[in-house]
């Protein structure tokens, strides 16, 4: 398992410096480019993304696979949520708020029932959802910039899981702790600058 996330992260910069094709008119910066961009450039939203991987890889199979599958397939439905401009108070709260608790749960090393966990992880993805949805540029494909979003948290999903796996040897069991500690501390600064 380890031998393939390590393989995806060497393909992984190659697949991003590729160029678009360009056969296609159109403004190619509110597309995929731009929605694959989105939450990398927020730390907000890639702190809470590492913390999903991190968390699934900590609890194990089969918290491993489901946790990083639900949260970008709710955070999708947010996303058209966001689209279609439906309300959804304290969307930045929200985020800040899945930083502080899925950052917790790493460093208390929580073992919730799957179902619990799964939940938990699929009420943040909303409010991230949300919030790409929303910001989704004028005029943009909102296909093309969803599935880069989409993405692009699957990537930090992959990055929070290749770290998460450390936790099988006690010294790097520590170190997730602590990243999940470093989570939360920065869901608690992201909460504070809102005040």
Excluded: K, Q
Excluded at 27 to 34: C, P, Q
Excluded at 40 to 51: E, F, N
Excluded at 112 to 141: C, Q, R
Aim: charged fraction near 5%.
């Amino acid at each position: 398992m380890t031998r393939y996330v390590i393989r995806l992260f060497a393909v992984l910069p190659c697949l991003l410096m590729a160029s678009d094709a360009l056969a296609h008119t159109g403004d190619v910066t509110g597309g995929f480019a731009s929605g694959f961009a989105h939450p990398l450039l927020g730390p907000d939203h890639v702190v809470a993304m590492v913390a999903v991987g991190l968390w699934g890889a900590f609890l194990g199979p089969p918290a491993i696979y489901l946790l990083p599958v639900v949260f970008p397939l709710v955070m999708a439905a947010g996303g058209v949520l966001g689209i279609l401009g439906v309300p959804l108070p304290f969307t930045e709260v929200g985020i800040a708020l899945s930083a502080i608790v899925l950052g917790l749960m790493v460093a208390m090393a929580a073992r919730p029932p799957l179902w619990i966990a799964a939940l938990l992880v699929g009420v943040f993805a909303i409010f991230h959802g949300y919030a790409h949805g929303a910001e989704l540029p004028p005029g943009a494909d909102a296909l093309a910039y969803s599935a880069g979003f989409v993405m692009a948290t699957g990537a930090l999903h992959l990055a929070g899981i290749a770290f998460g796996l450390l936790a099988r040897w006690p010294a790097g069991r520590i170190a997730v702790r602590a990243a999940g500690g470093l989570i939360a501390v920065a869901g608690v600064v992201f909460l504070g600058r809102l005040a």
